[in-house]
């Protein structure tokens, strides 16, 4: 059985860094990893992206503050965010997509396999 596990939210101020991590047991080498995000009240939403062979998608909103690495030999997939800002407060989820990348790959639909979800909290 797949599971995704992320871990490294908590509470920061606006302008801080955090790393978050999702580490994928039960199967291997997901052909695409992916981050997302949902805010209270709010839909779920693309994050960022990064295939197994290292190529990378962001969201506009977090271009440029947010980067994706993934060690495929851990089976964990990293989201670096700096420059955090309190909108970026969410739940922030690990998604694992087993089929072959498809571009753009930022749909909730496109990814098969989720995490439980860790909160992001920043304030101003």
């Known amino acids: 059985q797949v599971q995704l596990v992320e871990s490294g939210g908590g509470l920061v101020q606006a302008g801080a860094s955090l790393r978050l991590s999702c580490a994928a047991s039960?199967?291997?080498?997901?052909?695409?990893m992916g981050w997302f995000r949902q805010a209270p009240g709010k839909e779920r939403e693309f994050v960022g992206r990064?295939?197994?062979?290292?190529?990378?998608y962001y969201a506009d909103s977090v271009k440029g503050r947010f980067t994706i690495s993934r060690d495929n030999a851990k089976n964990t997939v990293y989201l670096q965010m700096n420059n955090l800002k309190p909108e970026d407060t969410a739940v922030y989820y690990c998604?694992?997509?087993?089929?072959?990348?498809?571009?753009?790959?930022?749909?909730?639909?496109?990814?098969?396999?989720w995490g439980q979800g860790t909160q992001v909290t920043v304030s101003s």
């Open positions: 998604a694992a997509r087993w089929r072959p990348l498809v571009v753009p790959a930022s749909s909730s639909a496109d990814f098969d396999s």
């Open positions: 039960g199967r291997t080498f997901a052909y695409v």
């Open positions: 990064i295939s197994r062979s290292g190529s990378t």
